[in-house]
C-alpha cells in the first residue's frame, strides 16, 4: 500500500514540506518539492520505531511509495520554516473511533520517543545554526512547554506555566491533552477556528518528533 502523503509548498516558494497523512510524526520540510519529498523517505526507518512502539510495525512495513494525494499551498510559515501549519483536505471534520485510537496511539508513541531520547542524549548538544545552539534541557523544556501551554490551549486547556516541566506533570498533562482531543472529538467545547482536530494531533506529534531528531542529531555521547 503507498503512504498517502501531502505536499505542502510556501506561498512565496521559498519552502516546501511533505508528511505522510496515516503517520503523525512523520514530517519533514526543505527547500523545493522534490527535496521535501526526498527528505520523507530518508526518515522512513528513522520514523519506524513509532509505528513499532504503537503495534503497527507490520502494517508499517507493507507501505510503499509515497503517493502524492494532495499537492497545495500553506501559510507564511510553511515559507518560514519548512513546516505544515494548517490542515489538509484530509483533516476536516470528526474521526472515527478507529481512527482517533489509531492517531492517539502514534501520537503516544512518538511522545515515549522523544523521552528515550531525552534520556539518553547528552546534556551538551553539538553546537549549529538550529536553535542557536540550545543545550538538551533547553530543547525539552521548549518542546513540552510549546504543546502543554500553546498546542493545548486548542482544545481549551489551561496548563500553568511550568507545569508540565516535572515528571507527574508531563504525565498529567498527556492525559488530560488526550481526554481533551476525546471530547472535542465527540462535539464537545469550543471549536477551533483554523485548526481542526487532526491536524492538532499531526503537528503535536511532528513537533516531539522534529525535536527528538534534532537532539539524536546534535547528540555528543557518541
Known amino acids: 500500500m503507498p503512504v498517502r502523503t501531502v505536499l505542502e509548498r510556501g506561498p512565496k516558494g521559498k519552502m516546501a514540506v511533505a508528511f505522510a497523512i496515516d503517520w503523525p510524526g512523520w514530517s519533514r520540510g526543505a527547500r523545493t518539492p522534490d527535496l521535501s ?34 499537492d497545495r499551498v500553506g501559510t507564511g510559515s510553511t515559507d518560514f520554516w519548512g513546516i505544515s501549519f494548517s490542515p489538509s483536505s484530509s483533516e476536516q471534520g470528526p474521526m472515527g473511533d478507529t481512527e482517533i485510537d489509531r492517531k492517539i496511539n502514534l501520537l503516544r508513541a512518538c511522545w515515549a520517543f522523544f523521552d528515550g531520547v531525552a534520556g539518553r542524549v547528552s546534556a551538551e ?30 482544545l481549551g486547556l489551561r496548563i500553568p506555566e511550568g507545569d508540565a516541566l516535572s515528571a507527574d506533570g508531563l504525565v498529567a498533562h498527556r492525559e488530560a491533552y488526550v481526554a481533551a482531543m476525546r471530547a ?11 485548526w481542526t482536530l487532526p491536524f492538532l494531533i499531526r503537528h503535536s506529534a511532528y513537533h516531539v518528533m522534529d525535536h527528538a531528531w534534532e537532539m539524536e542529531d546534535k547528540d555528543l555521547s557518541g
Do not use: C
Open 37 to 70: 519529498l526526498a527528505t520523507l523517505e530518508s526518515y522512513r526507518q528513522r520514523y519506524r520505531p513509532i509505528a513499532v512502539a504503537a503495534g503497527m510495525a507490520d502494517e508499517f512495513d507493507a507501505t510503499g511509495r509515497l503517493d502524492v494525494i494532495e
Open 125 to 154: 548538544m553539538r553546537k549549529g545554526p538550529r536553535g542557536g545552539g540550545r543545550d538538551r534541557d533547553r530543547i525539552i523544556r521548549h518542546t513540552i512547554r510549546t504543546e502543554s501551554e500553546e498546542f493545548a490551549k486548542r
Open 184 to 194: 472535542y472529538n465527540r462535539g464537545e467545547g469550543k471549536r477551533m477556528v483554523s
